[in-house]
Every structure is written in structure tokens, then in C-alpha cells.
């Protein structure tokens, strides 16, 4: 579980059955926002604006149209499996 409180830097990774592999970062500056990267670029971030998370794509999200955009989800995790699920797609 990625510890939210925590002040510092912090990545997980999401690997998915596909070889798309998706890291999360959290924002130097800002501890309610993190990056969500592949390989190549940034794809997506996560904003916490409130009491749920939400998740919206950034110019390197490749496959179109992303559902999960501004879904509130309840965990980071949530949000970055939502995010995984359709960069795998």
C-alpha cells in the first residue's frame, strides 16, 4: 500500500499480464499528486482534491478515450489499477 502521508518521495510500480509497465511517483512539491509513467513518458497523474482520489490523462496517454477520467476512487491504488487496466487494454 502506498503510504499517502508520507511527505517524501515515493514509487510503485503496476505490471500488468501485457508488457506495459506502469510506474507511479509522487510530485516533489506536492503531496496530494502523482505522476503515473510507462517506459516512455508520463501518461496519466493522480490528484487527491479531497476525500477521494482521481485520475486524468496527460499528452503521452496513448490508447484514445481513457474511462477512468475524473472517477473518484477511494485508494491510490484503486486509481492506478484503473489507470493500468486500460493502458494494457
Known amino acids: 500500500m502506498l503510504d ?3 511527505q517524501g518521495p515515493q514509487c510503485i510500480d503496476q505490471q500488468k499480464e501485457s508488457s506495459m509497465a506502469l510506474r507511479i511517483r509522487q510530485h516533489d512539491r ?3 499528486l502523482w505522476w503515473v509513467s510507462s517506459p ?3 501518461v496519466a497523474y493522480i490528484a487527491r482534491p479531497g ?3 482521481r ?3 496527460t499528452y503521452g496517454w ?3 478515450h481513457a474511462n477512468f477520467v475524473g472517477i473518484p476512487f477511494e485508494t491510490i491504488e484503486e486509481a492506478l489499477a484503473a489507470v493500468a487496466k ?3 487494454s
Open 51 to 53: 476525500n477521494h482520489y
Open 40 to 42: 516512455e513518458d508520463d
Open 55 to 57: 485520475a486524468w490523462t
Open 62 to 64: 496513448k490508447p484514445g
Open 4 to 6: 499517502t502521508q508520507n
Open 30 to 32: 506536492n503531496p496530494n
Open 86 to 88: 486500460e493502458a494494457t
